[in-house]
């Protein structure tokens, strides 16, 4: 029954998508096409998602098929807007007709300019979604972003934070892109290197091919990280919990291993001409994921007046928590929502993603009071093997003491 009402539900849109294309063009051989690549696309999806062994996890090559299948799909969405609008002109007009005693109702024939307009629309996510598989997905960009705080530590005014997030490592297919990107989180050349999580999609043993070229990460102060809900393999089915449980295990030894210190609902010091913050890292707490993260256990000795720096992989801790706790979380970095790796982001004119309608805080600085939220858009990918809009994101923070006066 469930794979009966999608495909009703995906032959349904294609017909009706189909009749921009019928009306544009007469030829049987084009037509004929576009019916044979629509039912290609859908039996690969299908057969795909009804092989998909979750015991080994999703692949890139499954990904791709799930890929190709948006490429297809969504300009279609934007196709029937164009037709249901014209559609319901049609019919007005057929109507307003009839009622005049012109002549009984009659839809008039579609419009072929109209279906020109749609094809021509409905061709930018179809581009823009083949270029985000093969070139946006390692588009890398640096934000910079300078914070001032009224508390922050003399000693700590100009400190500066790389921030990135989001790795998952068993969607990667280009080991040069990745070299790329690791050199350039290393030229930003903080002071420290902070990974808020999902360094894997769901194996510590994604990560065997890119352990060594994350290892190369280097910062004064170190690299510190907390884990991300796919971290846990809460996504994979295992043979035993003994199993999951050290593939866990497993993780956090490699973390190790990569010069990386893990930081499990717990603090660290991070010290500077006798002056010093707090840098918090909790266990993954998310609304309607996991929620292993203990604010209080991490933040145990701190005082309200500590400076302190709290890594919690999703933001909806900070919305649910964080952000009014009595300790004072003065900066929260997250991550997470990927910015759905789709979405228009134009500085000072639009910024829209579908994830904003299920994450209040989905990208970017948030500030509420004195406590400042940065939410990564990731560094890596998952599921659709791209990104559209939304680039992948290397954040470099720099802390200011606010002056007073």
């Not at 005014?157 to 990135?164: A, E, F, L, N, V």
């Amino acid at each position: 029954m469930r794979w009966f009402l999608f495909i009703l539900f995906y032959i349904l849109i294609d017909i009706y998508a189909f009749q921009a294309f019928r009306t544009f063009s007469k030829s049987v051989w084009l037509n004929s096409s576009y019916i044979l690549v629509s039912l290609g696309v859908l039996a690969f999806l299908i057969y795909t998602l009804s092989t998909l062994d979750r015991s080994k996890g999703i692949t890139t090559d499954e990904m791709y098929v799930f890929g190709w299948f948006l490429v297809f799909f969504v300009p279609k969405l934007l196709l029937i807007l164009f037709m249901f609008g014209e559609d319901l002109i049609r019919f007005i007009v057929g109507a307003f007709a009839a009622l005049s005693g012109k002549q009984s109702f009659h839809m008039p024939s579609r419009r072929k300019f109209v279906s020109a307009i749609a094809l021509g629309v409905a061709a930018i996510p179809f581009a823009s979604l083949i270029y985000g598989m093969y070139k946006g997905k390692y588009r890398y960009r640096v934000l910079s972003y300078q914070l001032e705080f009224d508390d922050l530590p003399e000693a700590f005014d100009g400190y500066t934070i790389t921030q990135i997030s989001d790795v998952h490592s068993g969607s990667f297919d280009n080991a040069d892109k990745i070299a790329y990107g690791i050199d350039l989180i290393n030229k930003q050349e903080s002071d420290v290197i902070l990974f808020t999580g999902d360094l894997v999609n769901n194996f510590a043993s994604e990560m065997k091919n890119w352990a060594q070229l994350f290892s190369k990460l280097r910062a004064k102060d170190g690299v510190y990280s907390v884990l991300g809900n796919h971290d846990y393999g809460d996504y994979a089915d295992w043979e035993t919990q003994q199993a999951k449980a050290q593939n866990l295990e497993d993780l956090k030894a490699l973390q190790a291993q990569m010069g990386w210190k893990l930081l499990l609902n717990e603090h660290r010091w991070l010290e500077k001409d006798g002056e010093r913050i707090a840098l918090v890292g909790v266990e993954n707490w998310g609304a309607g994921f996991k929620q292993a993260g203990d604010i209080d256990k991490a933040s145990a000795g701190l005082s309200v007046s500590d400076f302190k720096v709290l890594m919690s992989h999703d933001p909806s801790y900070w919305s649910e928590r964080l952000k009014t706790d009595p300790k004072n979380f003065q900066l929260t970095l997250s991550g997470h929502t990927h910015g759905m790796q789709f979405g228009i982001e134009i500085p000072g004119f639009i910024r829209w993603s579908p994830v904003q309608y299920r994450y209040e805080n989905w990208a970017g600085i948030y500030k509420e009071g004195n406590r400042v939220l940065n939410v990564n858009r990731g560094f890596g990918y998952l599921g659709y093997p791209g990104r559209v809009g939304i680039w992948p994101e290397v954040t470099v923070i720099e802390l200011k003491r606010k002056k007073l006066g």
